[in-house]
Protein backbone atom coordinates (compact mmCIF):
# COMPACT_ATOMS: atom_id res chain seq x y z
CA UNK A 1 0.00 0.00 0.00
CA UNK A 2 1.01 3.33 -0.27
CA UNK A 3 0.02 6.71 0.86
CA UNK A 4 -0.29 9.73 -0.64
CA UNK A 5 -0.55 13.31 0.74
CA UNK A 6 -0.83 16.50 -0.83
CA UNK A 7 0.02 20.06 0.63
CA UNK A 8 0.83 23.51 -0.81
CA UNK A 9 -2.51 24.75 -2.45
CA UNK A 10 -3.65 28.07 -1.91
CA UNK A 11 -6.07 31.00 -2.70
CA UNK A 12 -3.97 33.17 -5.82
CA UNK A 13 -4.38 35.77 -8.46
CA UNK A 14 -3.40 35.53 -12.13
CA UNK A 15 0.55 35.52 -12.47
CA UNK A 16 1.42 33.86 -9.14
CA UNK A 17 3.01 31.08 -8.35
CA UNK A 18 2.68 27.88 -6.45
CA UNK A 19 4.53 24.63 -5.22
CA UNK A 20 2.44 21.51 -4.44
CA UNK A 21 3.97 18.55 -2.65
CA UNK A 22 3.00 15.32 -2.55
CA UNK A 23 4.21 12.73 0.69
CA UNK A 24 4.52 9.10 -0.20
CA UNK A 25 4.41 6.51 1.92
CA UNK A 26 3.86 3.13 2.77
CA UNK A 27 5.20 0.97 0.52
CA UNK A 28 8.06 3.05 -1.22
CA UNK A 29 10.79 0.78 -2.00
CA UNK A 30 9.43 0.19 -5.55
CA UNK A 31 9.87 2.89 -7.70
CA UNK A 32 6.14 4.62 -8.81
CA UNK A 33 5.38 6.38 -12.07
CA UNK A 34 3.80 9.58 -10.44
CA UNK A 35 1.66 12.10 -11.85
CA UNK A 36 -0.40 14.91 -11.24
CA UNK A 37 -4.00 15.21 -12.19
CA UNK A 38 -6.84 17.89 -11.64
CA UNK A 39 -10.51 18.36 -11.57
CA UNK A 40 -12.37 21.93 -12.04
CA UNK A 41 -15.68 22.18 -10.81
CA UNK A 42 -18.05 20.92 -13.24
CA UNK A 43 -15.65 19.03 -15.23
CA UNK A 44 -13.56 15.77 -15.35
CA UNK A 45 -10.73 15.04 -13.97
CA UNK A 46 -7.86 15.55 -16.51
CA UNK A 47 -3.87 15.06 -16.39
CA UNK A 48 -1.86 17.73 -15.81
CA UNK A 49 1.83 16.25 -15.81
CA UNK A 50 3.72 13.03 -14.83
CA UNK A 51 7.32 11.71 -13.87
CA UNK A 52 8.55 8.05 -14.64
CA UNK A 53 10.09 5.60 -12.86
CA UNK A 54 13.19 5.26 -14.43
CA UNK A 55 16.35 6.61 -13.26
CA UNK A 56 16.17 9.48 -15.70
CA UNK A 57 12.90 10.80 -14.47
CA UNK A 58 11.30 11.76 -17.50
CA UNK A 59 8.53 14.17 -17.74
CA UNK A 60 5.52 14.66 -19.50
CA UNK A 61 2.85 17.84 -19.74
CA UNK A 62 -0.60 18.67 -20.40
CA UNK A 63 -0.64 20.51 -23.44
CA UNK A 64 -2.58 23.33 -21.23
CA UNK A 65 0.09 23.97 -18.85
CA UNK A 66 3.62 22.96 -20.73
CA UNK A 67 6.03 25.55 -19.91
CA UNK A 68 4.62 26.80 -16.88
CA UNK A 69 4.49 23.82 -15.00
CA UNK A 70 7.01 21.87 -13.49
CA UNK A 71 7.38 18.26 -12.42
CA UNK A 72 9.51 16.56 -9.81
CA UNK A 73 10.59 14.27 -7.55
CA UNK A 74 13.09 13.80 -4.55
CA UNK A 75 13.37 10.11 -3.99
CA UNK A 76 15.69 10.56 -0.91
CA UNK A 77 12.70 12.39 0.35
CA UNK A 78 9.65 10.54 -1.04
CA UNK A 79 8.10 13.43 -1.99
CA UNK A 80 6.88 14.72 -6.00
CA UNK A 81 6.30 18.42 -6.09
CA UNK A 82 4.40 20.02 -8.99
CA UNK A 83 5.93 23.96 -9.22
CA UNK A 84 3.10 25.88 -11.20
CA UNK A 85 4.39 29.26 -12.57
CA UNK A 86 1.77 31.92 -14.06
CA UNK A 87 -1.34 30.56 -12.80
CA UNK A 88 -4.56 31.43 -14.57
CA UNK A 89 -8.20 31.38 -13.43
CA UNK A 90 -8.25 28.12 -15.70
CA UNK A 91 -5.84 26.62 -13.23
CA UNK A 92 -8.95 26.67 -10.63
CA UNK A 93 -8.94 22.84 -9.51
CA UNK A 94 -8.27 20.08 -7.06
CA UNK A 95 -5.31 18.81 -7.28
CA UNK A 96 -4.67 15.02 -7.02
CA UNK A 97 -1.08 13.43 -6.96
CA UNK A 98 -1.34 9.84 -7.80
CA UNK A 99 0.72 6.81 -8.18
CA UNK A 100 1.48 3.82 -11.22
CA UNK A 101 2.97 0.85 -11.44
CA UNK A 102 3.88 2.00 -14.85
CA UNK A 103 5.11 5.43 -16.05
CA UNK A 104 1.59 6.59 -17.93
CA UNK A 105 -0.46 9.54 -18.43
CA UNK A 106 -3.87 7.69 -18.04
CA UNK A 107 -6.01 8.09 -15.13
CA UNK A 108 -6.51 4.25 -15.38
CA UNK A 109 -2.90 3.11 -15.18
CA UNK A 110 -3.20 4.98 -11.52
CA UNK A 111 -3.77 2.82 -8.42
CA UNK A 112 -2.90 4.93 -5.26
CA UNK A 113 -4.42 8.48 -5.04
CA UNK A 114 -4.07 11.62 -2.47
CA UNK A 115 -7.04 13.33 -1.29
CA UNK A 116 -6.13 16.39 -3.15
CA UNK A 117 -5.23 20.05 -2.29
CA UNK A 118 -7.59 23.01 -4.00
CA UNK A 119 -5.88 25.52 -5.87
CA UNK A 120 -7.72 29.00 -7.00
CA UNK A 121 -6.57 31.55 -9.08
CA UNK A 122 -8.38 34.85 -9.14
CA UNK A 123 -8.44 37.00 -11.84
Known amino acids: QVQLVESGGGLVQAGASLRLSCAVS????????MGWFRQAPGKEREFVAS?????????YYADSVKGRFTISRDNAKNTVYLQMNSLKPEDTAVYYC???????????????WGQGTQVTVSS
Open 26 to 33: GHTRSRYG
Open 98 to 112: AASQVNSYREEDYNY
Open 51 to 59: ITKNIGSDT
